[in-house]
Protein backbone atom coordinates (compact mmCIF):
# COMPACT_ATOMS: atom_id res chain seq x y z
CA UNK A 1 0.00 0.00 0.00
CA UNK A 2 2.71 2.65 0.72
CA UNK A 3 6.15 2.18 -0.53
CA UNK A 4 8.87 4.59 0.77
CA UNK A 5 12.57 4.69 -1.51
CA UNK A 6 15.34 6.62 -1.06
CA UNK A 7 13.64 8.99 1.88
CA UNK A 8 16.25 11.57 2.65
CA UNK A 9 13.80 14.41 4.83
CA UNK A 10 14.20 16.43 7.99
CA UNK A 11 13.16 20.13 8.97
CA UNK A 12 14.80 23.17 7.35
CA UNK A 13 18.28 22.53 6.28
CA UNK A 14 18.28 20.13 9.08
CA UNK A 15 18.49 16.47 7.34
CA UNK A 16 17.28 13.84 9.72
CA UNK A 17 16.75 10.42 7.71
CA UNK A 18 18.88 9.21 5.38
CA UNK A 19 18.45 6.75 2.45
CA UNK A 20 15.50 5.52 3.84
CA UNK A 21 13.42 2.69 2.32
CA UNK A 22 10.17 1.28 3.57
CA UNK A 23 7.12 -1.22 2.88
CA UNK A 24 3.85 -1.10 4.44
CA UNK A 25 2.33 -4.11 2.90
CA UNK A 26 -2.30 -3.75 2.57
CA UNK A 27 -3.92 -5.09 5.98
CA UNK A 28 -0.40 -5.91 7.73
CA UNK A 29 0.86 -3.91 11.03
CA UNK A 30 3.95 -2.56 10.12
CA UNK A 31 6.27 -1.50 12.65
CA UNK A 32 9.17 1.18 12.90
CA UNK A 33 11.14 1.32 16.40
CA UNK A 34 14.45 2.55 17.53
CA UNK A 35 16.01 4.88 20.55
CA UNK A 36 15.09 8.71 20.60
CA UNK A 37 16.61 10.58 18.20
CA UNK A 38 16.51 7.96 15.28
CA UNK A 39 13.97 9.86 12.99
CA UNK A 40 10.51 7.98 13.69
CA UNK A 41 8.44 10.61 14.03
CA UNK A 42 10.46 12.76 11.13
CA UNK A 43 9.57 9.05 9.24
CA UNK A 44 5.71 9.85 9.27
CA UNK A 45 5.97 13.55 8.70
CA UNK A 46 7.25 13.06 5.63
CA UNK A 47 5.08 10.60 4.51
CA UNK A 48 2.10 13.04 5.89
CA UNK A 49 3.75 16.39 3.86
CA UNK A 50 5.09 18.16 7.38
CA UNK A 51 8.49 17.71 7.15
CA UNK A 52 11.16 18.52 4.36
CA UNK A 53 11.63 15.94 1.84
CA UNK A 54 15.19 16.42 0.13
CA UNK A 55 15.51 13.42 -1.94
CA UNK A 56 13.23 10.03 -2.79
CA UNK A 57 9.92 8.97 -2.83
CA UNK A 58 6.81 8.63 -1.18
CA UNK A 59 4.55 6.26 -3.15
CA UNK A 60 0.84 5.63 -1.60
CA UNK A 61 -1.42 3.19 -3.50
CA UNK A 62 0.84 3.21 -6.68
CA UNK A 63 0.45 7.43 -7.24
CA UNK A 64 3.45 9.50 -5.57
CA UNK A 65 2.74 11.49 -2.72
CA UNK A 66 5.97 13.24 -1.93
CA UNK A 67 5.70 16.87 -0.96
CA UNK A 68 2.19 16.47 -1.41
CA UNK A 69 0.13 18.70 1.60
CA UNK A 70 -0.86 17.08 4.69
CA UNK A 71 -4.57 17.50 3.01
CA UNK A 72 -4.06 16.33 0.19
CA UNK A 73 -2.33 13.23 1.88
CA UNK A 74 -5.56 13.05 3.90
CA UNK A 75 -7.55 12.57 1.03
CA UNK A 76 -5.76 10.28 -0.53
CA UNK A 77 -6.51 7.96 2.61
CA UNK A 78 -3.74 8.31 5.29
CA UNK A 79 -4.82 9.46 8.38
CA UNK A 80 -1.82 10.46 10.93
CA UNK A 81 -2.42 10.34 15.16
CA UNK A 82 0.61 12.14 16.47
CA UNK A 83 2.07 11.67 19.79
CA UNK A 84 0.76 14.38 21.56
CA UNK A 85 -1.52 17.43 21.30
CA UNK A 86 -3.42 14.83 19.40
CA UNK A 87 -6.94 15.89 21.00
CA UNK A 88 -9.35 19.23 21.43
CA UNK A 89 -8.79 19.00 25.18
CA UNK A 90 -11.36 21.84 25.50
CA UNK A 91 -14.24 20.26 23.65
CA UNK A 92 -16.47 17.30 24.28
CA UNK A 93 -15.46 13.53 23.08
CA UNK A 94 -18.42 14.55 20.78
CA UNK A 95 -17.07 17.81 19.44
CA UNK A 96 -13.51 15.95 19.03
CA UNK A 97 -15.41 13.24 16.75
CA UNK A 98 -17.64 16.03 14.67
CA UNK A 99 -14.31 18.18 14.03
CA UNK A 100 -12.31 15.04 12.75
CA UNK A 101 -14.93 14.16 10.30
CA UNK A 102 -14.57 17.57 8.65
CA UNK A 103 -13.57 15.17 5.22
CA UNK A 104 -17.35 13.64 5.09
CA UNK A 105 -20.39 14.60 4.02
CA UNK A 106 -22.49 16.65 6.70
CA UNK A 107 -24.64 13.73 6.64
CA UNK A 108 -22.07 11.14 7.44
CA UNK A 109 -20.68 12.60 10.49
CA UNK A 110 -23.41 11.74 12.93
CA UNK A 111 -23.32 8.18 11.57
CA UNK A 112 -19.84 7.64 11.83
CA UNK A 113 -19.32 9.47 15.04
CA UNK A 114 -21.96 7.01 16.78
CA UNK A 115 -20.01 4.13 14.92
CA UNK A 116 -16.92 5.17 16.59
CA UNK A 117 -18.43 4.79 20.22
CA UNK A 118 -19.19 1.33 18.95
CA UNK A 119 -16.57 0.56 18.52
CA UNK A 120 -14.55 2.40 21.59
CA UNK A 121 -17.26 1.93 24.19
CA UNK A 122 -15.69 4.24 26.76
CA UNK A 123 -16.07 7.15 24.40
CA UNK A 124 -19.69 6.65 24.81
CA UNK A 125 -19.97 6.91 28.68
CA UNK A 126 -17.86 9.79 28.34
CA UNK A 127 -19.81 11.25 25.13
CA UNK A 128 -20.40 15.15 26.36
CA UNK A 129 -17.19 15.22 28.85
CA UNK A 130 -14.21 17.49 27.26
CA UNK A 131 -11.74 15.66 26.25
CA UNK A 132 -9.20 17.36 28.96
CA UNK A 133 -10.96 15.79 31.35
CA UNK A 134 -10.23 11.65 30.14
CA UNK A 135 -7.49 9.74 31.13
CA UNK A 136 -4.31 9.06 29.52
CA UNK A 137 -5.71 5.69 27.81
CA UNK A 138 -9.02 7.23 27.32
CA UNK A 139 -7.40 10.19 25.34
CA UNK A 140 -5.20 7.95 22.72
CA UNK A 141 -8.65 6.15 22.50
CA UNK A 142 -10.30 9.28 21.31
CA UNK A 143 -7.13 10.30 19.60
CA UNK A 144 -7.60 6.69 17.07
CA UNK A 145 -11.52 7.33 16.86
CA UNK A 146 -10.71 10.75 15.26
CA UNK A 147 -8.13 9.21 12.62
CA UNK A 148 -10.69 6.67 12.33
CA UNK A 149 -13.32 9.40 11.45
CA UNK A 150 -11.55 9.87 8.19
CA UNK A 151 -12.51 6.65 6.97
CA UNK A 152 -8.18 5.61 6.12
CA UNK A 153 -7.05 3.14 4.20
CA UNK A 154 -3.60 3.83 6.00
CA UNK A 155 -2.97 4.67 9.48
CA UNK A 156 0.02 6.27 10.90
CA UNK A 157 0.07 6.15 14.60
CA UNK A 158 2.99 8.01 16.34
CA UNK A 159 4.03 6.70 19.90
CA UNK A 160 0.51 6.31 21.55
CA UNK A 161 1.72 4.53 24.14
CA UNK A 162 3.90 7.63 25.44
CA UNK A 163 3.39 8.45 29.54
CA UNK A 164 0.99 6.02 29.78
CA UNK A 165 1.17 3.15 32.61
CA UNK A 166 2.11 -0.24 31.63
CA UNK A 167 -0.80 -1.80 31.98
CA UNK A 168 -2.55 1.35 29.84
CA UNK A 169 -0.68 1.30 27.53
CA UNK A 170 -0.55 -2.47 27.18
CA UNK A 171 -4.70 -1.69 26.16
CA UNK A 172 -3.96 0.54 24.01
CA UNK A 173 -1.64 -1.90 21.84
CA UNK A 174 -4.37 -4.69 21.77
CA UNK A 175 -6.63 -2.16 20.61
CA UNK A 176 -4.23 -1.35 17.90
CA UNK A 177 -3.64 -4.74 16.90
CA UNK A 178 -7.87 -4.70 16.94
CA UNK A 179 -8.00 -2.50 13.98
CA UNK A 180 -5.87 -4.89 12.03
CA UNK A 181 -7.63 -8.07 12.86
CA UNK A 182 -11.38 -6.90 13.26
CA UNK A 183 -11.34 -3.46 11.24
CA UNK A 184 -8.55 -4.57 8.29
CA UNK A 185 -7.04 -1.40 8.38
CA UNK A 186 -3.30 -1.22 7.67
CA UNK A 187 -1.33 0.28 10.28
CA UNK A 188 2.32 1.99 10.34
CA UNK A 189 2.97 2.23 14.03
CA UNK A 190 6.03 4.13 15.52
CA UNK A 191 6.47 3.20 18.98
CA UNK A 192 8.93 3.59 21.98
CA UNK A 193 7.39 0.24 23.71
CA UNK A 194 9.31 -1.64 21.47
CA UNK A 195 8.73 -5.15 22.89
CA UNK A 196 5.26 -4.98 22.81
CA UNK A 197 5.04 -3.46 19.66
CA UNK A 198 7.20 -6.36 18.25
CA UNK A 199 4.87 -8.76 19.66
CA UNK A 200 1.51 -7.20 17.95
CA UNK A 201 3.81 -6.14 14.75
CA UNK A 202 3.73 -8.27 11.54
CA UNK A 203 7.17 -6.59 9.80
CA UNK A 204 9.33 -4.42 11.36
CA UNK A 205 11.70 -1.38 10.78
CA UNK A 206 14.79 -0.61 13.22
CA UNK A 207 15.50 2.78 13.28
CA UNK A 208 19.18 4.08 14.15
CA UNK A 209 20.46 7.52 13.26
CA UNK A 210 17.80 8.44 10.48
CA UNK A 211 18.85 4.88 8.32
CA UNK A 212 17.31 1.47 8.82
CA UNK A 213 19.51 -1.10 10.56
CA UNK A 214 16.94 -4.00 10.33
CA UNK A 215 14.09 -4.94 8.33
CA UNK A 216 11.99 -8.11 8.34
CA UNK A 217 9.63 -9.88 10.38
CA UNK A 218 8.86 -8.05 13.47
CA UNK A 219 9.46 -11.17 15.64
CA UNK A 220 12.67 -11.83 14.39
CA UNK A 221 13.96 -8.09 15.51
CA UNK A 222 12.58 -9.15 18.85
CA UNK A 223 14.73 -11.95 18.91
CA UNK A 224 17.88 -11.21 17.89
CA UNK A 225 19.83 -10.06 21.53
CA UNK A 226 21.88 -7.98 20.20
CA UNK A 227 19.87 -5.55 18.27
CA UNK A 228 17.16 -5.48 21.22
CA UNK A 229 20.16 -4.72 23.80
CA UNK A 230 21.90 -2.19 22.09
CA UNK A 231 19.07 -0.56 20.50
CA UNK A 232 15.88 -1.14 22.03
CA UNK A 233 16.61 -1.78 26.10
CA UNK A 234 15.26 -4.74 25.84
CA UNK A 235 17.50 -7.00 27.99
CA UNK A 236 15.93 -10.65 26.98
CA UNK A 237 14.46 -11.01 23.61
Known sequence: M????????GYGKLRVLSGVDLEVPTGGLTVVVGPNGAGKTTLLCSIMGIASVFA????????????????????????????????????????????????????EVKAKAAQM??????LKQFIHRKAGTLSGGERRMLAIAMGLMK????????????DLAPIVARRVMAEIARLRDEMGITILLVEQMAKRALEIGDTAYLL??????????????????????????????
Do not use: C, W
Not at 86 to 103: C, E, K, P, R, T
Not at 117 to 122: A, D, H, R, Y
Open 2 to 9: LKVTGLHA
Open 56 to 107: GDVIFEGNKVTGASPYEVARRGISYVPQMKNVFADLSVLDNLQIAGYMLPRD
Open 117 to 122: TEIFPV
Open 151 to 162: KPKLMLLDELST
Open 208 to 237: VSGEVRFEGDARALLRDPELARLYLGIKEA
